[in-house]
């Protein structure tokens, strides 16, 4: 029996990098994958992909996840074709860099909406649906910046700790639901973000990383996986790196 036969999971920002390698491993095992993305033609594009290489069962919800009526609308429309929700993962997010002095308004709005608002309103909606059944995992994606930050991250860096405690207050509340709340911190992976950095900074990140390497997005997914799985069903409010060795 695949991990995650017959269960219900939302993923964020899963049209591309890390978050489609997560609903391309959910579908691999068995899941149900509800994919959310703003541009309604390139995630039916990638959902189409899903269904044809592994005969999965998924559906577009294309919708702006920092915005509380398009949240509540697609819980609303999950809990009407499905009844339940039993795996959350909050992936869709942000980076945009700015130093000190010089990080405008806007960049600081758009990041606290997409990487702090978007991630709480689903996690409420979330343990509500979960609620009725008693049962539930929701892993939130931090980042290994939330924990020690760089320069000129200072923005993304604060949001994604803010996920962190979030991550750990939300998993005490929901512990006695049976909800687990966990996150995932990847370090340097090999996504769009990273491949458009300039090539001084991604050498030097890679001689960071105790494994040499950087990390693949299908390697954070299958941690997700674990999270998402029964294989977990007494880990909560841990936040687990996936780095290479890049902090120690």
């Known amino acids: 029996m695949k991990r995650l036969e017959n269960r219900i ?5 899963a049209s591309r990098g890390i978050g489609f390698a997560i609903a391309q491993a959910f579908a691999a095992e068995g899941a149900t994958v509800l994919m959310n993305a703003r541009d309604p033609e390139v995630l039916e594009q990638r959902a189409a992909e ?5 005969d999965a069962a998924v559906e577009c919800l294309p919708y702006n996840v920092s915005q509380a009526d398009a949240v509540k609308t697609a819980f609303a429309g999950i809990f009407q074709r499905h009844r339940r929700l039993d795996v959350l993962v909050n992936n869709a997010g942000i980076l945009r860099e700015g130093l000190l002095g010089m990080i405008p308004r806007d960049l ?3 990041t606290v909406q997409t990487n702090i608002v978007g991630p709480l309103l689903h996690l409420q909606e979330a343990a509500r649906l979960m609620g009725r059944k008693q ?3 929701i892993i939130n994606m931090s980042s290994i910046m939330g924990r020690y930050g760089s320069k000129g991250l200072t923005v993304y860096a604060a949001s994604k700790a803010a996920i962190i405690g979030m991550t750990v207050a939300a998993a005490k509340e ?8 966990n996150a995932v911190a990847p370090g340097f992976i090999a996504t769009d973000m990273s491949r ?8 030097e990140r890679v001689r960071s990383i105790g494994m040499g390497r950087v990390g693949e997005p299908s390697e954070v997914a299958q941690s997700v996986v674990f999270l998402a799985s029964d ?3 007494y880990v909560t409010g841990q936040v687990l790196g996936v780095d290479g060795s890049m902090t120690i």
């Not at 999971?9 to 920002?13: E, I, Q, R």
């Not at 929901?174 to 709340?181: E, M, Q």
């Open 196 to 203: 458009n950095i300039p090539e001084a900074v991604f050498e």
């Open 231 to 233: 294989e977990s069903r």
């Open 50 to 54: 899903l269904r044809q290489q592994y």
């Open 135 to 137: 049962s539930g995992s």
């Open 174 to 181: 929901l512990a006695p639901k049976s909800i687990r709340v």
């Open 9 to 13: 999971a939302l993923v964020t920002g």
């Open 108 to 110: 600081i709005e758009d």
